[in-house]
């Protein structure tokens, strides 16, 4: 039986999207690369690997220990939730509670005493004990999600009772 | 939940996959120039690869895209009625990690870590263990890459080899110990012949088993017993292209690095030091190239190939691979592709 397919389009710059694709992924990253399709974070990179803003639309050094962090707005997770400052807050102090969160190992991790400061609804500043000048690429592991995601399920939380080596 | 261009309906975060993961599109992601252009993308994990690389090269509505196709596989690919070869220069290489720690052999000396270098004919590696899919490597980064310090490899000389070799006292009737995983031991295989032929000395090559790896790689990280290889072929990656050594130089090499193999080196970590403190995107770009032009003056690794990332896809399907992840967003399908056709 003939079903109407719906059309591509890109009108104003926005795709309708068509089709589907069967993937064979035996890259043992593969958990990282799902997450990375279904989770935002500060960051991504391009093509070719270069990082550029994601949820950050830009960072910039108040002084020497000093990251001021303009989120981006219009931003909302699949389930409704709007993205912002707190939704940052929430994952920095859900991460911040592992000694060992990701599995790539911990030069991901953010200095244990890096404190935050918010500014307004989209701007936040991490303060480091020491300059940290990694904080760019760390940020690519920093998955953030919506408050319903860290209550139901986190990191392996409610079924492993632990977020280490899950982020 | 995120808020990234495709929903997740479920992924196991256990060893062993589920048969399939199901990601759909998430038509209220904020970056519209992007995507998602894909209505659903479904994760096959319930067929092998090569299972996988057939069904994409001789069918169609079956599988849409494989990845980590091997080099040996690529004309099958490019000769496909169904599917094309996508290459991309990714961040991945594969060096020999040299214990310079070994009691009975001087890998201690720069000298005999230059003589494995020299040994090496990186140009026929390129072409024959990967049918052209990898750039030789001097030193750690690619020259795609962030900090990339413009070093050229080092030439396949084995009469200076030798020279070298004898000059840090290599003890005679001592063969090299080369280790491999079963994943690279073709390229062991090549790479013994030529160390055999450069330096005049027998190679034993010792591959780990698929069941020893892990008490292998804990060995390697522990670093309790002594090391049982002069030199461990070791493939890595980075998450990025911009700062390699935060990622591959400090694994590597860094007092606290997992795949250190010799002790540690207070001019690296010196290095690393400032790097890590360097904010300024510039400043920490030239010191991306002090570290890695430092690694290869000092020979810290036997430097072969930065290997490209080989995928099979439809011919209906326009994949924009990346060089550090699958990424998924931007690609679409055509008005051809199976899934349309169908109204899938």
Redesign the interface.
């Known amino acids: 039986m003939a079903q109407a397919t719906r059309q591509a389009s890109a009108e104003g710059g926005k795709h309708t999207p068509v089709g589907t694709i069967h993937v064979v992924d035996p890259n043992a990253l593969n958990w990282l690369f799902i997450t990375w399709n279904t989770m935002e974070e500060p960051v991504r990179t391009t093509p070719d690997g270069r990082l550029v803003g994601a949820a950050m639309e830009e960072s910039r050094w108040i002084n020497e220990t000093t990251l001021e962090v303009v989120l981006r707005r219009g931003i909302t997770f699949q389930d409704g939730e709007q993205f912002d400052v707190r939704s940052f807050k929430r994952a920095f102090y859900e991460v911040q509670r592992w000694r060992a969160p990701h599995p790539p190992g911990t030069s991901l991790n953010f200095h244990p005493d890096t404190r935050l400061e918010v500014i307004d609804d989209y701007t936040v500043r991490m303060i480091f004990p020491e300059p940290d000048g990694a904080i760019l690429g760390k940020f690519r592991g920093f998955h953030l999600a919506s408050t319903r995601f860290w209550d139901e399920i986190g990191f392996g939380y409610k079924k492993l009772g632990t977020g280490e080596g899950h982020w | 939940?995120?808020?990234?261009?495709?929903?997740?309906v479920w992924?196991d975060?256990r060893e062993d996959?589920t048969d399939r993961?199901v990601?759909t599109?998430?038509?209220?992601h904020?970056?519209?120039?992007r995507?998602?252009?894909?209505?659903?993308?479904?994760?096959?994990?319930d067929?092998s690869?090569a299972e996988?690389l057939d069904l994409v090269c001789t069918t169609e509505g079956?599988?849409?895209?494989?990845?980590?196709v091997a080099p040996a596989d690529a004309e099958k690919v490019q000769n496909s009625e169904y599917a094309k070869l996508e290459v991309?220069?990714s961040?991945r290489i594969l060096l020999g990690l040299i214990n310079r720690g070994a009691e009975d052999a001087p890998l201690h000396d720069k000298r005999a870590r230059k003589a494995l270098n020299l040994a090496v004919d990186r140009a026929r590696l390129v072409s024959e263990a990967f049918n052209g899919y990898a750039h030789q490597s001097a030193g750690v980064i690619p020259a795609?890459?962030?900090g990339y310090p413009g070093n050229e490899p080092y030439p396949h000389d084995p009469g200076e080899a030798k020279r070298l070799l004898q000059e840090a006292g290599w003890p005679e009737g001592r063969p090299l110990r080369l280790a491999t995983t079963t994943s690279t031991e073709g390229v062991a295989r090549m790479l013994e012949g030529d160390l055999r032929e450069s330096l005049g000395i027998d190679v034993e090559v010792m591959v780990v088993p698929d069941e020893g790896l892990l008490a292998a790689q804990h060995a390697l990280v522990e670093k309790v017993m002594a090391l049982p290889f002069d030199v461990l072929l070791h493939a890595w990656?980075?998450?990025?292209?911009?700062?390699p050594p935060?990622?591959m130089h400090?694994?590597l090499y860094s007092e606290g690095g997992?795949f250190r193999t010799g002790p540690p080196v207070a001019e690296f970590d010196r290095l690393m030091g400032q790097?890590?403190?360097?904010?300024d995107a510039e400043r920490?770009s030239a010191l991306s190239a002090e570290i890695d032009r430092f690694v290869y003056d000092e020979v810290l690794s036997l430097f072969l190939v930065a290997p490209q990332a080989l995928y099979a896809v439809?011919k209906n399907?326009n994949f924009?691979?990346?060089?550090?992840?699958?990424?998924?967003?931007e690609?679409?399908?055509t008005?051809e592709?199976w899934?349309?056709?169908?109204?899938?």
């Not at chain 2, 939940?1 to 997740?8: F, K, R, V």
């Not at chain 2, 904020?30 to 120039?33: Q, R, T």
């Not at chain 2, 790097?275 to 904010?279: I, S, V």
């Open positions: 939940m995120g808020a990234d261009p495709l929903n997740c992924l975060t996959r993961v990601l599109a998430f038509e209220d904020w970056n519209k120039e995507g998602p252009r894909l209505e659903k993308v479904i994760f096959r994990n067929i690869p996988a079956q599988i849409d895209l494989v990845t980590e991309i220069d961040m795609y890459a962030g990656i980075d998450l990025s292209a911009d700062a935060a990622f400090h694994y997992p790097f890590a403190k360097e904010t920490q439809n399907v924009v691979a990346h060089a550090t992840t699958l990424e998924l967003a690609t679409y399908v008005e592709h899934s349309r056709k169908n109204g899938s």
